[in-house]
Every structure is written in structure tokens, then in C-alpha cells.
């Protein structure tokens, strides 16, 4: 887990980022920072308890890199290449993720809650036990994925694939679907009444 | 501090490892099964389980519970004074108490079920069954519906929007996407009739 520690600004209660003091908010230089994080990506595959919540990343490829508790929380990422990557107890939380390459990803245990995502591929992924709740998806495809377990409630979809997906235990009540293809995917798998739920 | 997360196919249940990385201790959140898996994952990463932190004694939660004590010399805690045969440490309502050298707080959000605990470890939320991703727990009652609410948005939803929310079932979240997206807070057709009776009184 990254560390809790608080940013330095008084009164302030948000986590400090990774090799700072301060939260994205306070940080005199977030985009050095997120510069410097790019960085340090490059001489490793394995990245543990970054906390990069509220930054920017742009036109970065860090395809094949290992991320385990690791948060983007609020973080902006454009033109990122993210493909092939492994995701363990990741929070994407309210992110803005736009032209972005997440394919052939292996995601398990993340979060995704209320991210905007503006024409990314998730396409081939293994998305284990992750929550899109609130997502808003705009062109996207997460076609030949595996969505096991997850959960897609008050999403918002419009032209976005679900094509030849496993569904199974997947829960899909989203509050708009417009242009969505769901063909070949197990939709009488997925739990999309509430009464089907049994926890 | 850190945090594993391990799924039990048992009642499809998370299973939590809380590591003190300084002493090399660790908690069990909701022990649902104790598998040969989870224990070498315990064993290479080095720790010793000194703690057992239950936030209800539905089976789904508690099945490993005696297999790990025949392993572990652990306390168990939990808002009940034994589950099954195994003594507990009683916890009560916001509580504060020590675990592995971590600070804890546990609260009592009674609803799914009368022994709910929820267990914070600073911006860590082990919300057990009262609230999951998008959902909030089943109750078998309208009263035990209200009042899980109404613990929910009084201790739990009152936490910051970064506390991140690790649930005993489905995928993790946080207090922010829960305040907004979840389907519990919906109003039901009972709820709405009931408010324009309340516009009568």
C-alpha cells in the first residue's frame, strides 16, 4: 500500500504524492513531478505503492510494466500506452483517461469508479474484480475481454464494445447504453436486476 | 503498513492481509477460508498473523477461522464475545485498540447484520458486508434496510472522499465513488410514497 502519509499544506488531509511532501493540489511543480515518475518508470518493470493521485501523464509508454498498489486517482492521462500491463489493488478513481492503449491489460482488484474514459482500448484484457461504477465511456472497446466479477453500475456507455466478453457474475446496470454491442458475450450471465444479487 | 488482498472462492469472499512491515506482523480481515494458497503467501512474504479481525460472523467470513488459529497463536476480534468455540477480544463502537502496531478504529454498523463491524486503518476501510462497491448490504428487513442506511451515512459517509473502501465482497472503491454511485441510496417506490405521505403530516 502507498504510504498515508498527509501533504505538508496545513490544514490540508490528502495523501502526499510518491517523492514529495505534498498532494497534487499543493505540489509547487506536479508536472515535474509526474516528469521525474516517468523517469524512474523507465529503469524498472515493477512499480509498488506510487501514489501519482491528481497528476498529469501524457504520451508516455510504459506497456508491460507490473503496478501493485499503486493510485491515479484524479490523475489525467492522455496518449498513455498502458498496453500489456498487470494491475494489482490499482485506484483509477475518478480519473480522466483519454486516447489511451490499455489492451491485453491483466487488471485485478482495481477500482475505476467514475473515470471518464474518451476513446480507450481495453481490448484482450483480463478485468478481474474491478469496479466501473459511474465510468463514462465514450468510443471505447473492451471487445475479447474477460470482465469476470466486476461491476459496471450507473455506468454510461455510448459507442463502446462489449463484444465476445465473459460476463459471468459481471453486474451491468448502468444508466445510459447508446451504440453499445454486446454481441457474442454471455449477457445471460451477467447480473443486471438486483434481485439476482446474493450477498 | 501494507495491504494484500487474497479471493476466496468460498462465498466468492476477500480474504485481507494487513502487514506491519516494521515488525512483521500481520491482521487477517475476514478469514473466509484459510487455504495452503494464502498460507505460503503469508509464509514468503515473511509474516507472522497475530491478529484476526472479523466484521461478522456470517460462515462466508469466518470458515478459515479455526484452521488459521491452528496455525497462529492470533486474538481474535470481533463485536462478539466467542464465534463458534473460539474466544474473542470484544470490540465496541468506535473503539480505538492496537493491532500488529497499527492504530485501528472499529465501528458498529449493525444492519446486514447486528454484529457488522467496520475496521479503519487510517484512510483503509474494511467495510465487510455493509457496503460494497456500488451496493449496500442485504438486510433481511425494511428496519434492518433504514438502519444500515442510516449507520452508513452517519459513520462511513462522513469519512473523507480518498478513504479508499475495501469491501468483503467485489472490487475495492472509495468513500468519494460511493457517495455517488451507489445504488443503495436510491430511492425505492416505498420511500417515495412514504415521503409524500410525510408531505401530509
Known amino acids: 500500500m502507498y504510504e498515508l502519509k498527509r501533504c505538508a499544506a496545513p490544514g490540508c488531509d490528502i495523501t502526499a504524492l510518491h517523492g514529495s511532501e505534498y498532494c497534487s493540489k499543493h505540489h509547487p511543480d506536479p508536472d515535474g513531478l509526474s516528469a521525474s515518475i516517468l523517469q524512474e518508470f523507465t529503469g524498472t518493470d515493477v512499480i509498488k505503492n506510487l501514489n501519482a493521485s491528481g497528476l498529469r501523464f501524457q504520451g508516455a509508454d510504459v506497456s508491460g510494466k507490473r503496478f501493485y498498489s499503486c493510485s491515479f486517482s484524479r490523475a489525467i492521462l492522455q496518449n498513455m500506452n498502458f498496453s500489456a500491463c498487470t494491475f494489482r489493488m490499482c485506484f483509477f478513481d475518478f480519473s480522466f483517461i483519454d486516447s489511451s492503449d490499455f489492451s491485453g491489460i491483466d487488471a485485478q482488484y482495481c477500482c475505476f469508479a467514475g473515470a471518464r474514459f474518451l476513446n480507450v482500448s481495453f481490448e484482450h484484457s483480463e478485468l478481474v474484480h474491478n469496479s466501473f461504477n459511474g465510468a463514462r465511456t465514450n468510443d471505447c472497446t473492451f471487445n475479447y475481454s474477460n470482465l469476470y ?41 451477467a447480473i443486471r436486476e438486483l434481485d439476482r444479487i446474493d450477498q | 503498513m501494507t495491504v494484500f488482498f487474497h479471493y476466496s472462492l468460498h462465498g466468492f469472499a476477500n480474504v485481507y492481509l494487513v502487514g506491519n512491515d516494521t515488525t512483521m506482523e500481520a491482521a487477517i480481515v475476514d478469514p473466509a477460508a484459510f487455504t495452503i494458497g494464502l498460507l505460503n503467501f503469508i509464509e514468503d512474504k515473511g509474516y507472522t498473523v497475530k491478529a484476526v479481525l472479523t466484521t461478522h460472523n456470517h460462515p462466508h467470513h469466518i470458515d478459515g477461522l479455526r484452521t488459521l488459529l491452528r496455525i497462529y497463536d492470533a486474538t481474535v476480534y470481533s463485536s462478539n464475545a466467542t464465534i463458534g468455540d473460539v474466544q474473542c477480544r470484544m470490540v465496541r463502537d468506535t473503539e480505538v485498540f492496537t493491532v500488529c502496531g497499527l492504530e485501528v478504529q472499529a465501528l458498529s454498523v449493525p444492519g ?13 476501510i474494511f467495510t465487510g458486508d455493509t457496503l460494497h462497491a456500488g451496493l449496500i448490504g442485504k438486510t433481511m428487513s425494511q428496519y434492518g434496510n433504514k438502519l444500515l442506511k442510516e449507520q452508513l451515512s452517519r459513520k462511513i459517509l462522513s469519512l473523507s472522499d480518498d478513504c479508499l473502501v475495501l469491501p ?8 468519494g465513488a460511493e457517495k455517488l454511485y451507489n445504488l443503495g441510496w436510491r430511492k425505492t417506490k416505498e420511500d417515495i410514497r412514504n415521503d409524500q405521505y410525510d408531505l401530509f403530516v
Open chain 2, 112 to 124: 446486514h447484520s447486528a454484529d457488522s463491524m467496520v475496521y479503519i486503518f487510517d484512510k483503509i
Open chain 1, 149 to 189: 466479477n466486476s461491476r459496471f453500475i450507473m455506468s454510461e456507455f455510448e459507442h463502446t464494445d462489449f463484444i465476445d466478453c465473459n460476463l459471468k457474475r459481471t453486474f451491468i446496470i448502468p444508466n445510459k447504453e447508446s451504440e453499445v454491442s454486446w454481441r457474442l458475450s454471455n449477457t445471460q450471465e
Open chain 2, 168 to 175: 468483503g465482497h467485489g472490487p475495492p472503491t472509495s468513500i
